[in-house]
């Protein structure tokens, strides 16, 4: 059963950084991309980040690039999304997400998430 637990969202001031992390279990690791999504007030969830079962290849949303970055640790079963240059439009719930075998980090593929964690991009 895939369990996955986010963590370290919060309130941060614009321009500012926060760094996500989410825990896996009960299920192999690297058998699985990983992937981060969001949620903001009134709209529809969105991919935002997205790495294979190696760490080797990820994809981003457009309005992410060259602020965020998804990593992983198949040793410690971890994903990470650091995220720099908050901006507000940032403010959303996010989800950590897995998706078995998905080689081309197609967002639709993932199937399993989280319970979410808040980040506040206050301007």
């Known amino acids: 059963q895939v369990q996955l637990v986010e963590s370290g969202g919060g309130l941060v001031q614009a321009g500012g950084s926060l760094r996500l992390s989410c825990a896996a279990s009960?299920?192999?690791?690297?058998?699985?991309?990983m992937g981060w999504f969001r949620q903001g007030p009134g709209k529809e969830r969105e991919f935002v980040a997205g790495?294979?079962?190696?760490?080797?290849?990820?994809r981003y949303v457009d309005s992410v690039k060259g602020r965020f970055t998804i990593s992983r640790d198949n040793a410690k079963k971890t994903v990470h999304l650091q995220m720099n240059s908050l901006k507000s439009e940032d403010t959303a719930v996010y989800y950590c997400?897995?998706?078995?075998?998905?080689?081309?980090?197609?967002?639709?593929?993932?199937?399993?998430w989280g319970q979410g964690t808040q980040v506040t991009v206050s301007s």
């Open positions: 009960g299920f192999t690791f690297r058998d699985y991309a």
């Open positions: 790495i294979n079962w190696s760490g080797g290849r990820t």
């Open positions: 997400a897995a998706a078995y075998r998905n080689y081309d980090i197609v967002a639709a593929d993932f199937r399993s």
